[in-house]
């Protein structure tokens, strides 16, 4: 399944003083996203966000970004249905968040409560995130290798920016791929 992480805007410039590091909310071990959080950007920006929704498409940076394709592989994969009827509250308070920015702002004064509805800037920033589902339902933690074509080794489901970037987890697959490949 695709899930789409979709940023709701950029703290306006004016309030970037608000913001010295990273402010992410205590992660809830049920769900593999964060919540929404704001992140400081080398330029200077303060991305806000991102909620996290069942994308239309593997590619699906917008709500109308829509493949019938990859939507039929979504709706018959049983583990996607698994997963979401006993989330569905959740779910569709994510979405509703995405769309609409007061309910993201109440999110978001949790952690600086003076913030108000015109300190967000627009902002069409938006990322996919696959997060890889199993067919009991359950969220697959991390990533995954798989070995199933002779002479490759596959490395699935990285699902954070830390995890593309983590020396400790480049060293494990540097392990596996030397027993893989008898280095």
């Not at 991102?50 to 049983?78: I, Q």
Request: a neutral charge; proline letters at 8%.
């Amino acid at each position: 399944a695709v899930v789409s992480t979709q940023s709701t805007g950029e703290l306006h410039p004016d309030k970037r003083h608000l913001v010295r590091g990273n402010i992410y909310p205590v992660p809830d071990p049920s769900f593999p996203f964060l919540g929404v959080h704001f992140t400081p950007r080398m330029d200077g920006s303060i991305w806000l966000g991102p909620n996290a929704v069942l994308a239309g498409a593997r590619e699906g940076y917008s709500w109308t970004d829509v493949k019938p394709r990859d939507l039929l592989e979504m709706a018959t994969f049983s583990g996607l249905w698994k997963l979401a009827v006993p989330n569905l509250k959740y779910g569709v308070s994510e979405a509703a968040r995405s769309i609409a920015w007061p309910l993201q702002l109440r999110e978001l004064q949790r952690f600086i409560p003076s913030l108000a509805l015109g300190d967000i800037v627009n902002s069409k920033i938006a990322g996919v995130r696959a997060q890889a589902i199993a067919p009991s339902g359950s969220l697959v933690d991390d990533f995954q290798f798989d070995e199933t074509c002779p002479g490759m080794l596959h490395v699935r489901n990285a699902p954070s920016p830390a995890a593309t970037s983590s020396l400790a987890i480049a060293d494990h697959i540097v392990n596996r791929a030397t027993t893989v490949f008898k280095m």
